[in-house]
């Protein structure tokens, strides 16, 4: 299970609702054995998670003062996250254990680049989800995102792998075109993604401006038929979409192209994020292009 926020705000003004949002998935993750074990944090190579960890971490989210990468000099500038002007962290558990938080800072420019976003992700075992339950899941992001002014954010079933290499693309085949409730993109600070939507999920967050440009709560809920969706305001400029009351993989072999996430992409579509992996065609790989351009449509076609 992978949740994700998208915050249009620079570290110093939204620390306070990340640090909130880490102690929600870590009072929710309590009472796993050991689920977090290892962090990174700015320019920190990864070291086991204890005392120092924590201090680095602690301080990271509690900025002292507003500097602006304008004002950095050039020695500054050139590592910025050295400079403390690129604030970020990871937590992870032990390889596969399905737990991780990470929170990545955009750049705080005085005249802020279109599309620049900070990013909050989280993940947890979906084991996990089958012992709590998908209410407490539904409920830990609810926690998660009360705190934060996204203007997007989602939680579903993803497949967490890095698309570092297109050998992935081999594994992952058979499940992509078969599941179509399996998300694979993972965007983060460096896509700007702004107020673009990443896709459709499981549970929706959706914020200024899309909501406004949608005609509010009131005209996004007419727009929806699907008796399995729900749409739950959350504070006036937000709401969140849910698709059933727990996820779904689908499976188009036995005739369940989830119609919920179906209608839910066509309300959304002039609002989602460009296809990504563009650079595949550049790069001489069509075939792939051309997959992954069939999967980023499922919902559409």
């Known amino acids: ?18 640090s909130h949002a880490l102690d929600s998935y870590l009072r929710a993750v309590d009472d796993r054995p050991n689920p977090l074990s290892e962090y990174t944090c700015g320019y920190w190579e990864p070291s086991r998670l204890g005392d120092r960890g924590w201090e680095l971490i602690r301080d ?11 004002d950095y000099d050039e020695d500054e500038a050139f590592h ?12 992870h558990g032990a390889q596969d254990s399905g737990f991780s ?28 989800l089958e012992e709590r339950g998908a209410d407490f899941v539904r409920e830990l992001a609810v926690a998660m995102a009360s705190r934060l002014p996204f203007v997007s954010g989602h939680v579903g ?35 700007n993604l702004g ?9 929706n ?14 005209g996004l809920r007419a727009k ?47 609002w989602l994020e460009p296809f990504p992996w563009g650079f595949l065609r550049r790069q001489g790989h069509e075939r792939d292009e051309g997959e992954l351009r069939r999967w980023w449509r499922r919902f559409l076609d």
């Open 205 to 218: 967050f959706v914020g200024p401006p899309v909501l406004g440009e949608l005609g509010g709560t009131t």
């Open 80 to 91: 910025p996250e050295k400079a403390g002007a690129e604030p970020s962290f990871g937590i």
């Open 224 to 270: 929806l038929q699907s008796p399995t969706t729900t749409v739950r305001e959350l504070d006036g400029e937000r709401v969140l979409v849910s698709l059933g009351s727990e996820p779904e993989a689908g499976d188009l072999a036995q005739g369940q192209p989830l119609p919920a996430y179906r209608e839910l992409a066509r309300v959304l579509e002039p």
């Open 1 to 18: 299970m992978r949740i994700v926020f998208f915050v249009p705000h620079d570290h110093f003004d939204i620390a306070a609702g990340v």
């Open 157 to 191: 079933l993803a497949l967490d792998v890095a698309f570092s290499s297109l050998e992935q693309l081999d594994i992952l085949r058979p499940l992509i075109f078969r599941h179509p409730g399996f998300d694979i993109r993972d965007a983060g600070v460096r896509d």
């Open 60 to 70: 990271t989210l509690n900025p002292k003062e507003r500097r602006y990468f304008d």
């Open 195 to 203: 107020t673009r939507v990443d896709g459709v999920h499981w549970m």
């Open 101 to 128: 938080f990470t929170y990545h800072a955009r750049l705080p420019w005085r005249e802020t680049p279109p599309g620049s976003v900070s990013v909050l992700r989280a993940t947890l075992a979906t084991e996990y």
